[in-house]
């Protein structure tokens, strides 16, 4: 009987130590698990990316020209009386100093009445009322000169207009203004006005063409003249000298 008695406290008390315990390690484990089920907050980073600066050349810019010294462009008549053999001339003279390292274009412009004819390297032929045109380049360190060669088909007075710009290599920016107004005389009409070839070449700087027959009395003067030094020469002393 008090075997039995002892048995069921023993019991008992076994029972009431799991009860305590059995709330406590749930508890434990609910703690645990909420600790686990935490979410550590993901922190994203967002580069910021670092501005490029690209710096664009203008190619206008990066070309263009100037001059470090001022080219000469001037247009000097040379002769503004016209006849049967004599025809108006007017220079234009163009110098491109060294110094620069640009290239000079001109760009100029004759206007002329009718029954003017206009000649030039580079230009065009003006048959009648109307503007010619010619372009030219000249490199540093050069000069070039054009000679225009103006003829009339009809006596009286006219005015020739001469006009123009010039400007560092591709830099149309830059450009200066050339111009002349030069009266013509003409007591004469030219005797070719539709030949291009100047009636007074001498004025234009253009040597003529000799004929044949100049080239030959050419070559006997100076024949000539050589074998007169060479007659003219006397031949060297010679002395003897005889010992006794």
Not at 78 to 91: A, M, Q, Y
Not at 143 to 148: E, H, V
Not at 236 to 242: Q, Y
């Amino acid at each position: 009987m008090n075997r039995s008695i002892k048995k069921v406290v023993l019991m008992l008390c076994l029972l009431s130590i799991f009860m305590v315990s059995i709330p406590s390690a749930i508890a434990e484990g609910n703690q645990t698990n909420q600790t686990n089920a935490t979410v550590t907050p993901t922190v994203t980073v967002t580069a910021i990316p670092t501005p490029t600066i690209t710096t664009t050349v203008s190619p206008t810019a990066a070309g263009e020209g100037k001059f470090r010294v001022g080219p000469t462009v001037k247009l000097r008549p040379v002769n503004d009386v016209i006849n049967k053999s004599s025809d108006g001339l007017i220079e234009l003279y163009m110098d491109n100093p060294s110094l620069n390292d640009v290239t000079l274009n001109v760009d100029a412009r004759i206007s002329v009445p009718s029954g003017i004819h206009v000649y030039g390297q580079g230009f065009g032929e003006a048959g009648a009322a109307g503007t010619v045109y010619g372009t030219f380049d000249v490199p540093p360190g050069k000069a070039r000169t054009i000679y225009i060669t103006i003829k009339a088909e009809k006596t009286g007075d006219f005015y020739a207009q001469f006009s123009g710009l010039y400007w560092p290599d591709n830099n149309k920016d830059a450009y200066n203004p050339i111009s002349l107004t030069h009266p013509f005389k003409v007591f004469e009409p030219s005797l070719n006005p539709s030949d291009p070839k100047p009636s007074n070449p001498q004025l234009a700087g253009v040597a003529g063409e000799l004929p044949p027959s100049w080239i030959i009395l050419a070559a006997v003067v100076l024949g000539g003249i050589g074998l007169i030094f060479a007659l003219g020469r006397k031949p060297p002393k010679t002395e003897v000298n005889i010992e006794q």
